[in-house]
């Protein structure tokens, strides 16, 4: 099958990326952060959680963030909300798009949201149902698609299961989501396969953290069987609390150089996302862990 055209890129850094941040991040800085990558162009991006701040205290004043950010019109701001609590605050806080977040591994659904996979989709039923009464944008993600911190093997049925129950609330997208980033590029397309068999590949994306390098590979097995849907974090920025040792998404300026040498558009303006990401690492007092990132910023100071 030849590469899609065109991907959709969803920017999930001010998410998925600072939530595991141990220090506070002033909420003005992450505002700034999201107002920058909305001039980049994204289509999509993960802004913040509406999720317990005993469990993610850095997610804390989603609130404010959703009220302080610039609208770009065009761009849907998604936020996670694992609860009727959540989509209350997502409602009010007029986010577009709400994130529903289970696991297809029983041992991470219970550490990460202390439920079964079972009690978890009762609990997404009315989150659903009322995000759609409001006209919201329904999205389901779905952790340890390709293996499981504390169960290991993963099996894609597992997955499969849980795309069904996810399409049967209604989801209009489905992440396949690699949350330890152990999957591997013919193990990728085996499960979107099978997944694409449930649910139309259109609306699948891949959500492939960068644990043990196999990220951008992965994202090009995914093309090879027609994925076009793909999360990345600016600056390789995150990890999931939950999940030790794990760390960022892909970052997305890797994965837009990658495009760009593929001739895959992605509406995007790489230079703009490089000064994002340096932004946030200058203030995380970090290197950004962006390879080309990096090395644009290298070569622009030379
Ligand atoms: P629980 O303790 O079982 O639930 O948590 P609870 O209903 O008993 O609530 C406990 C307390 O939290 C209560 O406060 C609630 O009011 C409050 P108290 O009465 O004790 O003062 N609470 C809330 N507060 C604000 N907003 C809410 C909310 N809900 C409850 N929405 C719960 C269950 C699901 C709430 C909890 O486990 C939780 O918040 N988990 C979130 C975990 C999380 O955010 N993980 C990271 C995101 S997922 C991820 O990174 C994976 C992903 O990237 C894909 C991948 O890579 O795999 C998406
Ligand atoms: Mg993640």
Redesign the pocket.
């Known amino acids: 099958m030849p590469l899609p055209a065109r991907v959709k890129i969803v920017e999930?850094g001010p998410?998925?990326g600072l939530?595991n941040e141990k220090a506070a991040i002033p909420t003005a800085v992450k505002i700034a952060l999201v107002d920058r990558l909305s001039d980049c162009g994204f289509a999509n991006i993960e802004a913040t959680?509406?999720?317990?701040?005993?469990?993610?205290p850095q997610?804390a004043d989603a609130a404010e963030v959703m009220a302080g950010i610039r609208r770009r019109p065009g761009t849907v701001y998604s936020v996670?909300?694992?609860?009727l609590?959540?989509l209350e605050?997502a409602l009010a806080a007029r986010a577009d798009e709400v994130?529903i977040?289970g696991?297809a591994s029983e041992a991470f659904s219970r550490k990460?949201?202390?439920?079964s996979i079972a009690e978890s989709i009762a609990?997404f039923e009315p989150v659903a149902r009322t995000a759609k009464a409001h006209g919201l944008r329904l999205r389901g993600?779905?952790?340890?698609?390709l293996g499981c911190p504390y169960q290991g093997e993963v099996r894609p049925e597992a997955v499969v299961d849980v795309v069904n129950r996810l399409a049967a609330l209604g989801c209009d997208e489905i992440?396949i989501?690699?949350?330890i980033g152990v999957g591997t590029a013919n193990r990728v397309k085996t499960v979107m396969e099978a997944a694409a068999r449930v649910f139309p590949i259109e609306r699948l994306s891949g959500?492939f953290?960068d644990t043990y390098g196999q990220a951008l590979a992965n994202i090009y097995a995914a093309m090879e069987v027609g994925v076009a849907i793909f999360h990345s974090s600016v600056a390789g920025l995150g990890g999931?609390?939950?999940?030790k040792g794990a760390t960022g998404?892909v970052a997305t300026e890797d994965v837009v150089y990658m495009m760009q040498g593929l001739a895959v558009e992605t509406g995007l303006d790489l230079e703009r996302i490089v000064d994002a990401g340096q932004f946030i690492s200058a203030h995380l007092g970090r290197k950004a862990a962006s390879r080309a990132g990096n090395a644009i910023a290298a070569k622009r100071a030379a």
């Open positions: 999930v998410r998925d939530q959680s509406f999720v317990s701040p005993k469990w993610v997610m996670l909300a694992p609860n609590k959540g605050g994130v977040f696991a990460n949201i202390n439920c609990r993600s779905i952790s340890c698609a992440d989501a690699d949350t959500h953290h999931c609390p939950y999940a998404n």
